[in-house]
C-alpha cells in the first residue's frame, strides 16, 4: 500500500508540475509574434519584402482577378463559362455580392499590411548586416507596392479607406472612412515621392527600383491628366533605352517561354512551387484550361486584321475545333506565365498621349509609331490632336488587349459611354464587396449599388 | 491527485466492518433462466451487507466462502435479465432463477468512466445494442444509428461508401469548433476528423469507417450536461461511446462466423433532356434572347443571338433539333456493386482470463464505377485477472481500409458524376476522328471511368492497455495508456488521356502521407459503498493527459514519360510540402453520487481542462454538471400499483465545452513561410515570409450550457417504456472565424463571438406488443424535434460558392440565402422576385433568409417479430421539414443559358412559352432575371422523408437439428435498405450534400444518391 500510493502520489505530482509546459505548444510551419516581433534582422527584413511581392503576385491581385475585372469590363471579352459573375463585368453589371470583386479588393489590401509592416519596421531594425542603403531598398519598395496597390484601389473603386499602420489585432482597422478620390490619389503620389528618394536606379524587372516609380509615376499623372509630368516621367524610362526596348516581334516579350525581357518594366514572375492560375481561365479544355473567358468575334476580327492587329495576333489562338482563345497566358507545365504589370510599350504610349494634349503631335507620332512599327503595322495616318489620342485609344486596346487598361483607360478618357454604350456613370466604379459594407459601419458604398 | 489519495484514506476505516466476521462457511448453487431452466455464465452474484461478488461458470455454478450466517440473500444479475434479490436458508444447491427482462429498465448503460443501471440513470443516455444495427449496409457505424436513438439526427450525405456523415446530437451547437460529437472506444477518444488531402469534390472520408461494427458489444450516446461534463471540453456535442466485445470469464471457447452477400444500386436517377429537347430549348433560348436584345438596343447581344445554334450544318450549324442524337451517360457511370462481408470471431474464458478476437473484411461497391471501399479489421481483447484485486487487460483494433476514390461532387475537373450528369446529352463521346470528346469543362466520361486512379489506405491501431487494482475493498484504482495512430495514403495519379493530365501536363500524381497520433494516459480512483443499507455513495476522481500530433508529407510530380510511369520519381517536375501540428490537452476530473434507498439520486461532477491552443490566461476551463432524480416507483403510493411499473423523474443542469475543430495555433499571431520571391531576374525563388494570422490572445472555450429534465415510465411490468426529455442548450463565446474587415489585410480570425441557442424534446417509447412461447412482438418509436437559433451574431457569414448558406442571426443555422421567386408573370413570362426593400430593383438587399437544412422533427420506427426460428425486422427512419436546395437542378434548369455547357433537365420542358402559361419556371432568355439571378428560391425543395433504411428477416434452425452437426446456432438472413422512400424532393436522395464544410448542409451537387441494397447471409456459432 505505501509502495502504491508513492508511486501514485509521483506520478501525479510530476504530471502537475509539467503541467505548464505540456501545455506551451509552439508551431513548427510558422513563428508566433506573441512575445517577439517578427522583423528583427537583415534575414528577416527580406524575407519579408519578398513576402510582399507575393502579394502583388497572388491570385486575387496580379495574378488573375484583379487583371480579369480590367479586361473583362472593356470590350475584349466574352464569358463562356458556368459562373456568371464573370458575365457581370462585360454586361457592365455587377453586383456587390460578385466574389471576384471581393477577392480583388482583400488581396489588395493584403499587399498593402504587408507593405504597412515593412515601412513601419524596417527602418527600426538595428542590424549592422543591414545597411542603410539596403533599409531604403526595403522601405523604398514597400513605399512603390502601397502606391500601386492604392492607385489600383482608386482607378477601380473610387476613392477608399487609407490605412498606412500595420494590422496587429482584429480592431485596428475599424471606424475609418473612405478618403475622397482626390486624396487617395494623394496618397499614391505622396508613396510614390518616398519611394523614389528611397530606392537605387538600377535595373531589376521583377523588383521596384527608382526607375519603375517613374514608370508607374507616368501613369498616375496620365491618370491626373498632368501631361507635362506624365511625358517628363515616362521620357525617363523610355531614355534608359539600354535597359528598356520595344522587343521584336510583338510576341517576342511573352511568348516561346520569354520572361523578363527588355519590354518589361516591373513583371511578376511565377515558379513550380509558385504557379500562376491565369492560363486555366484563358486556355481551352484541349490544353487543359477551362476557356471560361474568351476574345469575342469583334476582337477576333481586329487583332487579326493585319492593317489593325499586325503581329499581334499572336494574342489569339485557335483550336482544332475552331474556337478562338486568348494565348497570352499559355504555360502549361509548369504554368509560369508572368504577369505585366509595367511595360515599357506603356510609357511610350503615355508619353504619346501627354504630348498629344500638350500639342506636341510629331512627337505623339513618332511615339505612337514606335509601338505600331513594333506591331509590324504602317505609321498612324492621324493628323489631328484628337484623331491622334483616337488613334492611341484604338492602340491601347490592341496592345493591352488582355491586361488591365481598357475599362480604366475608356473611364479616364470619359469615353465609357460612347464606346461602351454605358452611360450610367454608377458603373464607372466598382461596388464595394457587400460583405465589407456588413462587416464596416464606417465604410459607404458606391452610389448605385 | 492527492486529495484523491485522502479521500481514500478517509474512507478506509468505513469499510472495513463488513470483515470482521468469523466461522466461515460455504454456499453453492446455479443460476438459471427462470423460463428455460438454462444456466446462466457469467452471472453476477453479490452477497448483500457484504462486499462479497462472485461469476458463475460456465455451467451457471457458483462457489461462495462467506462470514455470513444463514439465511443470507443474494443480489443476482445478468446482462437482460432482471436483478433480483433471492434470500436463502441452505449452504448447498442453492437455485437462483432470474427473468429475462422485458425492456432495457434494467440495462447496464455505459456512462462515463463506469457503468450504471438504467433504473438508476439519472442523465439522458441512448443506448443502441449492436445486434440491432450490425447488418444495416453502411460502412460506418455512426450512418447505421440513423433513427435508432433519440435526438441524435444523421445523414449520410452520398451513395460514397465510407464517406462522412452528418451526425449531430442534440443540434449543432458551434460554427467554427467542431459540431460533431466525441468518440470514445473502449475508453480511447477516437480521431473522427477526416485525413483527407486529396480532392474528391468537396467531400471527405469517415475515419469512424474504420471501425469494423462487427466488433461492437453496445453503443451508448450521452446527450444531456450530467452525462458530457465529466467529458469537460470534449462533451459539448454529446459522446458517443463504443464498448467493444470482450470474452466472459468461465466462458467456454465459442466461434461464430457471418457472412453476407448483395448488391447495391441507385433507386432513382434524373430525368434529363433528350438532344432533340435540349436543342429546342437552346434555339428558343435564342430566338427570346434576340428579341429581347432588339428591344433593348444591345449591338453586342444583336450579333451575339443573331442566329440559332441549331440550324442546318449545311449553314455552319450544329444541325437541327430533331437531327441530335441523345447520349445516355448515367446508364454508363450507374452500376449494380457488390457487397460482402465476412466475420469471424473467437470469445471464450477461463476463471482468471477471457479473450476475444475478431477478424472481418468487407468489400462495398457504391452505385457508381469504379468507387469502392474495402475493410480488413483485426480485433484482440484480453483480461487477466491476477489474484483476487488485480486486473490487467488490453484492447486491440488494426483496421486497414482502402477506397477507390473519385470526386463525386462539385467541380469540373475530373468531377465523374458531373461528367455523366451535367454533360449536354445531345454531345457525343467521341470526336469524328474518333477520339475521346471533352466537353464543357467536363472530362469524358469513358476515359473517366477507364483511367481514375484515385486511391487511399488508411492503416489505423487502436488500443489501450490498463491495470485496475482493489487498494482496498471498493477503492478502485485504474490507469490506462491509450493509442489512436492512423497512417493515411493517399495517392492520385491522372495519366495523359485524362483530362487533368492531358498534354501539356502529361500525367499528374500525387502522394499524400498524412499521419495522426493520438495517445492518451489517463488515472481514474473510484469508490463505491453503501451505509446503514439506504445510503449509497460513490466517488470517482481522475485525471487525463492528452497529447496529438499529425503530419502530412505530400509530394506532386506532372511531366510523365508515358503513362506506364506512375512514381513521382519519373516525373519532370516535382513538388513537395510537410505540414506538422500539435496540441496537449491536460484534465482533471471527479464525480460525487448519492443515492437513498435507490429513491432519491443526486449527482455532481465537475471536470477542468487546460488546452494549449489558448493563451495562458485562458488555458483552463471548469465544467460542471448536477443532476437529480426520483423513483417515484419506489414510493409507497406507487410500489403496488401493477399499472406503473417503473416511475422516475430525472432533472440535470451542467456546463461543457468544445475548443475542437479550431487549428492548433488559433489565438497565436502567425507569420509563415512559403512566399518566396526571386530578388532579381536572374535568380530563382528565396524564401519570403508573410503576416498569416492575427492574434487573439483572449481565446478560450466555447462553453455550452444545458438544462435537461426528463421522465422514465414503465407500464405493465415494463411492457411499455417511455422516455421523455425536453432541453435547451445554450452556447455562448461560441468560436469562430470572424470576418474581419478586409483592410486589415486580413479576412477573419478566431474570435469567441456569437451565441446559438438548441432546444428540443424527445420522445422515445418501446413497447412488447406481443410476447408469447412462440410469437414476439417489438416495437420502438423515437421521435425528436430541436429548435436551432442563432441568438447573436456580430456579423452575418456566408459560405460555400454564390453565398447559398448564411449564418444570421435570429436564424437557424444552415440556413439558405436567396432571392424569393414569388411566381412566374403570366403574360410575359418573366421571374418576378420579393422586392424585400420595395426599391423597385432586385439587388442583394432583396436576398433573404428561406428555409433550412435543419428537420423540424425526426426520429425513427422499429418493428422486430419473432415467430418460433422466424425473425423478422422492419426498420424506419423520418425526417421532416428540412430544405435541400437542388444544385444539380439549379445548373439543369438554367434556361439555356449555359447552351453547350451544361445538361438540360426534362424539367426545363416546363418553361414558360406563351401568354396565359402557368408555371414557375421562367420564359428562356438571357435578359433580365429570369436565369442571371442566381441565388433562386426555385431550386429550395422540401427534403422531407420516411425510408424504410432496412428490413431484416432471417430464420434460426432448430437447435437439435444443428447441435448434431455441432453448431450452436445457425442463422440464415436476408437484409433490404432504403427499399422504400417517401419523399417529394425532385432529386434522388434527399439526405444529399455536396460538402464536408461543416456549416454548409443540403446542398445536392454531383453526388450519388444512397444506394438501394439487398443482401443474404448466415451467421453461425459453434
Redesign the interface.
Known amino acids: 500500500?505505501r509502495t502504491?500510493?508513492y508511486i501514485?502520489?509521483l506520478?501525479?505530482?510530476a504530471?502537475?508540475l509539467s503541467?505548464?509546459k505540456?501545455?506551451?505548444?509552439a508551431?513548427?510551419?510558422?513563428?508566433?509574434?506573441?512575445n517577439s516581433p517578427?522583423i528583427i534582422d537583415k534575414a528577416?527584413a527580406?524575407?519579408?519584402?519578398?513576402?510582399?511581392?507575393?502579394?502583388v503576385?497572388a491570385d486575387g491581385y496580379y495574378g488573375t482577378t484583379f487583371q480579369a475585372i480590367g479586361y473583362l469590363s472593356g470590350d475584349n471579352i466574352?464569358w463562356?463559362?458556368?459562373q456568371?459573375?464573370i458575365?457581370q463585368f462585360i454586361s457592365h453589371n455587377v453586383?456587390?455580392?460578385n466574389?471576384s470583386i471581393?477577392n480583388a479588393?482583400?488581396a489588395i489590401?493584403?499587399a498593402?499590411?504587408?507593405a504597412?509592416?515593412i515601412i513601419a519596421k524596417v527602418p527600426n531594425v538595428t542590424d549592422p548586416l543591414l545597411t542603410g542603403a539596403l533599409k531604403n531598398q526595403f522601405t523604398g519598395e514597400g513605399y512603390f507596392v502601397r502606391a500601386l496597390a492604392y492607385f489600383d484601389l482608386a482607378r477601380t473603386w473610387g476613392g477608399?479607406?487609407i490605412?498606412l499602420t500595420?494590422?496587429?489585432?482584429?480592431g485596428?482597422?475599424?471606424n475609418?472612412r473612405r478618403s475622397t478620390l482626390a486624396q487617395t490619389y494623394a496618397q499614391v503620389l505622396s508613396d510614390l515621392v518616398a519611394a523614389d528618394s528611397l530606392l537605387p536606379a538600377t535595373t531589376?524587372?521583377?523588383?521596384a527600383t527608382r526607375k519603375t516609380v517613374w514608370a508607374l509615376r507616368a501613369r498616375y499623372h496620365l491618370y491626373q491628366e498632368q501631361w507635362a509630368a506624365a511625358e517628363d516621367y515616362a521620357g525617363r524610362v523610355i531614355a534608359d533605352s539600354a535597359n528598356y526596348k520595344l522587343v521584336q516581334p510583338y510576341s517576342a516579350f511573352f511568348a516561346n517561354g520569354a520572361?523578363?525581357t527588355s519590354e518589361s518594366v516591373f513583371e511578376l514572375?511565377y515558379?513550380?512551387?509558385?504557379p500562376n492560375t491565369h492560363r486555366n481561365s484563358w486556355q481551352p479544355?484541349?490544353?487543359?484550361g477551362?476557356?471560361q473567358w474568351a476574345p469575342?468575334?469583334?476582337f477576333i476580327a481586329l487583332v487579326n486584321d493585319p492593317a489593325v492587329g499586325g503581329n499581334r495576333s499572336a494574342l489569339v489562338a485557335r483550336t482544332s475545333a475552331g474556337l478562338w482563345y486568348g494565348n497570352l497566358y499559355y504555360r502549361?507545365?509548369?504554368a509560369t506565365d508572368p504577369s505585366y504589370v509595367i511595360r515599357i510599350a506603356e510609357e511610350y504610349l503615355i508619353r504619346a498621349e501627354a504630348r498629344a494634349h500638350l500639342g506636341n503631335l510629331s512627337g505623339a507620332l513618332s511615339d505612337l509609331n514606335a509601338v505600331r512599327s513594333r506591331a509590324g503595322l504602317a505609321p498612324s495616318e492621324a493628323t489631328t490632336a484628337d484623331d491622334i489620342l483616337l488613334a492611341i485609344e484604338n492602340e491601347r486596346r490592341l496592345e493591352f488587349a488582355f491586361e488591365p487598361h481598357r475599362w480604366f483607360d475608356l473611364l479616364r478618357t470619359k469615353r465609357a459611354a460612347t464606346v461602351l454604350?454605358l452611360t450610367n456613370s454608377d458603373r464607372y466604379v466598382m461596388p464595394i464587396?457587400?460583405?465589407?459594407i456588413?462587416?464596416?459601419a464606417s465604410?459607404e458604398q458606391n452610389h448605385g449599388? | 491527485?492527492?486529495i484523491?489519495?485522502l479521500w481514500g484514506i478517509a474512507l478506509l476505516p468505513l469499510t472495513t466492518y463488513a470483515q470482521d466476521q468469523n466461522s466461515n462457511i460455504t454456499l453453492s448453487g446455479v443460476v438459471i433462466d427462470a423460463q428455460t431452466k438454462a444456466p446462466l455464465a457469467g452471472a453476477t452474484i453479490h452477497l448483500k451487507n457484504t462486499t462479497h461478488d462472485g461469476l458463475t461458470n460456465d455451467k451457471g455454478e457458483f462457489n461462495f466462502l462467506t462470514g455470513q450466517r444463514l439465511p443470507v440473500t443474494f443480489q443476482v444479475s445478468y446482462i437482460g435479465y432482471k436483478q433480483a434479490e433471492i434470500t436463502v436458508n441452505q449452504r448447498t444447491g442453492i437455485v437462483l432463477a432470474l427473468t429475462a427482462a422485458n425492456t432495457q429498465l434494467n440495462d447496464v448503460v455505459v456512462v462515463g468512466y463506469g457503468t450504471q443501471q438504467r433504473k438508476s440513470l439519472i442523465s439522458s443516455i441512448s443506448k443502441v445494442n449492436a445486434g440491432d444495427i450490425k447488418d444495416i449496409p453502411q460502412a460506418g457505424v455512426d450512418a447505421q444509428l440513423q433513427g435508432k436513438a433519440a435526438g441524435v439526427q444523421i445523414n449520410s450525405n452520398t451513395g460514397t461508401p465510407g464517406d462522412g456523415v452528418f451526425i449531430r446530437v442534440r443540434g449543432a451547437t458551434s460554427i467554427n469548433a467542431s459540431n460533431d460529437p466525441l468518440y470514445v472506444v473502449d475508453g480511447v477518444f477516437i480521431n473522427n476528423t477526416s485525413l483527407q488531402t486529396v480532392s474528391t469534390g468537396g467531400r471527405a472520408t469517415s475515419p469512424i469507417a474504420d471501425i469494423n461494427p462487427a466488433d461492437i458489444e453496445s453503443i451508448e450516446v450521452l446527450k444531456d450536461a450530467s452525462a458530457t461534463a465529466i467529458y469537460g471540453s470534449r462533451g459539448a456535442n454529446g459522446v458517443v461511446i463504443i464498448t467493444t466485445k470482450r470474452g466472459k470469464y468461465g466462458m467456454k471457447p465459442t466461434v461464430s462466423f457471418n457472412t453476407s452477400h448483395g448488391w447495391a444500386w441507385a433507386p432513382q436517377l434524373w430525368d434529363l433532356t433528350t438532344g432533340p429537347e435540349h436543342a429546342t430549348l437552346v434555339n428558343e433560348f435564342y430566338r427570346n434572347s434576340l428579341a429581347d436584345a432588339t428591344a433593348a438596343g444591345d449591338?453586342?447581344g444583336i450579333?451575339?443571338y443573331a442566329r440559332e445554334p441549331f440550324r442546318p450544318v449545311a449553314d455552319g450549324g450544329r444541325g437541327l433539333p430533331e437531327e441530335q442524337q441523345t447520349y445516355d451517360r448515367l446508364r454508363k457511370l450507374f452500376r449494380t456493386g457488390m457487397l460482402h462481408n465476412y466475420n469471424l470471431a473467437l470469445q471464450g474464458g477461463t476463471a482468471t482470463n477471457k479473450y476475444y478476437i475478431g477478424a472481418g473484411f468487407s468489400r462495398q461497391e457504391a452505385d457508381i464505377r469504379h468507387i469502392n471501399f474495402d475493410r480488413a479489421s483485426l480485433k484482440i481483447n484480453l483480461d487477466q485477472k491476477i489474484g483476487d484485486k488485480v486486473q490487467v487487460g488490453t484492447s486491440n483494433s488494426i483496421y486497414r481500409t482502402k477506397r477507390n476514390q473519385a470526386r463525386a461532387g462539385d467541380g469540373?475537373q475530373g468531377g465523374l458524376l458531373q461528367s455523366a450528369l451535367h454533360t449536354p446529352t445531345y454531345l457525343p463521346e467521341v470526336n469524328a476522328d474518333g477520339t475521346p470528346a471533352?466537353?464543357?469543362?467536363f472530362d469524358n466520361l469513358d476515359v473517366l471511368i477507364n483511367n481514375y486512379d484515385v486511391n487511399t489506405t488508411s492503416l489505423r491501431y487502436v488500443g489501450n492497455i490498463y491495470a485496475e487494482?482493489e487498494?482496498i475493498p471498493n477503492l478502485k484504482?485504474r490507469t490506462s495508456w491509450s493509442l489512436d495512430y492512423n497512417h493515411y495514403d493517399e495517392s492520385e495519379y491522372w495519366n495523359n488521356l485524362t483530362?487533368?493530365g492531358?498534354?501539356?501536363?502529361?500525367g499528374l500524381a500525387t502522394s499524400a502521407l498524412t499521419q495522426n497520433t493520438t495517445w492518451i494516459n489517463e488515472?481514474t480512483l473510484s469508490y463505491r459503498t453503501t451505509v446503514a443499507t439506504d445510503h449509497t455513495f460513490g466517488v470517482l476522481i481522475g485525471?487525463t493527459?492528452q497529447g496529438n500530433k499529425q503530419t502530412t508529407t505530400a509530394a506532386q510530380g506532372?511531366?510523365f514519360p508515358s503513362n506506364a510511369f506512375k512514381l513521382i520519381s519519373a516525373a519532370a517536375?516535382r513538388?513537395s510540402s510537410?505540414?506538422?501540428?500539435?496540441?496537449?490537452l491536460?484534465s482533471f476530473f471527479g464525480r460525487v453520487d448519492y443515492n437513498y434507498a435507490n429513491k432519491y439520486f443526486v449527482e455532481f461532477s465537475i471536470r477542468a481542462d487546460?488546452?494549449?491552443r489558448f493563451g495562458?490566461n485562458h488555458?483552463f476551463g471548469y465544467f460542471p454538471a448536477i443532476g437529480g432524480g426520483w423513483r417515484l416507483k419506489e414510493e409507497n403510493f406507487l410500489k403496488q400499483s401493477d399499472l406503473i411499473s417503473d416511475l422516475k423523474l430525472r432533472a440535470s443542469y451542467g456546463i461543457t465545452g468544445n475548443q475542437n475543430g479550431i487549428t492548433?495555433?488559433a489565438s497565436?499571431?502567425?507569420?509563415?513561410?512559403g512566399?518566396?520571391?526571386?530578388?532579381?531576374?536572374a535568380g530563382?525563388?528565396?524564401?519570403?515570409?508573410?503576416?498569416?494570422?492575427?492574434?487573439?490572445?483572449d481565446l478560450r472555450w466555447e462553453k455550452t450550457s444545458q438544462v435537461n429534465v426528463g421522465a422514465d415510465l414503465g407500464l405493465f411490468n415494463d411492457r411499455i417504456g417511455i422516455e421523455v426529455n425536453l432541453y435547451q442548450k445554450n452556447t455562448t463565446d461560441a468560436l469562430l472565424q470572424?470576418?474581419?474587415?478586409?483592410?486589415?489585410?486580413?479576412?477573419n480570425?478566431y474570435?469567441n463571438a456569437g451565441e446559438i441557442r438548441n432546444r428540443g424534446y424527445e420522445v422515445a417509447i418501446n413497447t412488447y406488443n406481443i410476447r408469447n412461447k412462440h410469437f414476439t412482438w417489438q416495437t420502438s418509436f423515437n421521435i425528436s424535434g430541436n429548435d436551432n437559433k442563432i441568438i447573436s451574431l456580430p456579423?452575418?457569414v456566408?459560405y460555400y460558392?454564390?453565398?447559398w448558406v448564411r449564418l444570421q442571426q435570429g436564424y437557424s443555422m444552415y440556413s439558405f440565402w436567396l432571392y424569393k421567386q414569388l411566381y412566374v408573370d403570366p403574360q410575359t413570362g418573366a421571374a418576378v422576385f420579393e422586392d424585400v426593400n420595395k426599391d423597385g430593383q432586385i439587388?442583394?438587399a432583396d436576398?433573404q433568409i428561406l428555409g433550412s437544412a435543419i428537420p423540424k422533427f425526426f426520429g425513427g420506427i422499429n418493428n422486430n417479430f419473432t415467430y418460433r426460428g422466424f425473425d423478422l425486422g422492419l426498420a424506419f427512419s423520418f425526417q421532416y421539414g428540412n430544405d435541400v436546395y437542388n444544385l444539380n437542378r439549379f445548373?439543369g434548369e438554367g434556361g439555356g443559358?449555359?447552351d453547350a455547357?451544361?445538361v438540360l433537365f426534362a424539367s426545363q420542358l416546363n418553361r414558360w412559352q406563351k401568354p396565359g402559361d402557368i408555371t414557375d419556371v421562367p420564359r428562356l432568355t438571357a435578359y433580365g432575371n429570369n436565369y442571371?439571378l442566381?441565388q433562386n428560391s426555385r431550386f429550395l425543395e422540401d427534403g422531407s422523408f420516411l425510408k424504410l433504411s432496412a428490413l431484416t428477416f432471417g430464420y434460426t434452425l432448430p437447435k437439435d437439428l444443428i447441435k448434431r452437426a455441432g453448431f450452436q446456432t445457425v442463422r440464415l438472413y436476408f437484409i433490404g435498405s432504403n427499399l422504400l422512400i417517401l419523399k417529394k424532393y425532385s432529386g434522388p436522395d434527399p439526405e444529399a450534400n455536396v460538402t464536408a464544410a461543416q456549416n454548409v448542409q443540403g446542398l445536392d451537387l454531383g453526388t450519388p444518391p444512397q444506394p438501394r441494397t439487398v443482401q443474404f447471409g448466415i451467421n453461425v456459432t459453434l
Open positions: 500500500m502504491r500510493t501514485f502520489s506520478l501525479a505530482g504530471s502537475l503541467c505548464n505540456f501545455l506551451d505548444v508551431p513548427e510551419d510558422a513563428v508566433s509574434d506573441e517578427v528577416s527580406e524575407t519579408a519584402v519578398r513576402g510582399l511581392y507575393r502579394a503576385s466574352q463562356t463559362g458556368s456568371s459573375i458575365q453586383r456587390a455580392d466574389a471581393a479588393w482583400s489590401y493584403v498593402i499590411n504587408r504597412n509592416h477608399v479607406q490605412t500595420p494590422t496587429v489585432t482584429a485596428d482597422k475599424y475609418i531589376n524587372r521583377y523588383r520572361v523578363a514572375p515558379s513550380t512551387t509558385y479544355p484541349a490544353n487543359n477551362t476557356r469575342n468575334d469583334a502549361p507545365n509548369p454604350g464587396p457587400a460583405a465589407e456588413l462587416n464596416d465604410l449599388y | 491527485m492527492k484523491a489519495i449591338q453586342a450579333t451575339r469540373p471533352r466537353w464543357a469543362g487494482a487498494i484504482f483530362q487533368l492531358a498534354n501539356p501536363t502529361n488515472q485525471n493527459l506532372t511531366g517536375t513538388t510537410q505540414t506538422s501540428t500539435k496540441a496537449n491536460a487546460g488546452s494549449s495562458s488555458q492548433n495555433f497565436k499571431g502567425l507569420w509563415s513561410g512566399t518566396g520571391y526571386p530578388d532579381n531576374t530563382s525563388d528565396q524564401p519570403g515570409t508573410y503576416p498569416q494570422q492575427l492574434a487573439n490572445p470572424l470576418p474581419v474587415n478586409a483592410i486589415s489585410g486580413f479576412n480570425y474570435a456579423v452575418p456566408t460558392n454564390r453565398d439587388t442583394v436576398r445548373f443559358t449555359r455547357n451544361r442571371t442566381e
